[in-house]
């Protein structure tokens, strides 16, 4: 994996688009049904050889809605990557 977006999500559109990989979804996408957006964890790349940090994270408005998740076996993880379920950008 992956970062994951949690509830706190406002649905602004903010991230879409700065996804390299294409690896997020929004509200009407959503596979779990919830109204919020969404990363597929089998295609976030955690920017890795994109970005230094996660372009979703650093285009997020809110504080701390996008967090570390476990990583995805086989898929990149970053070397700066937080514990699980910390914002993966502080304030
Ligand atoms: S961390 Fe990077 S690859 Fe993963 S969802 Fe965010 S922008 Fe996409
Ligand atoms: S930028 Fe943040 S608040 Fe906006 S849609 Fe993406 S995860 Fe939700």
Known sequence: M?????DT???????IDECPVEAIVDEDDNPTGEEIYYVYPDKCVECVDYFEVPACAEACPTEGCIQWDDPVEGMPASPNRGEKGTPVIED
């Open 2 to 6: 992956a970062v994951i977006i949690t």
């Open 9 to 15: 999500c406002i649905n602004c559109a903010a991230c």
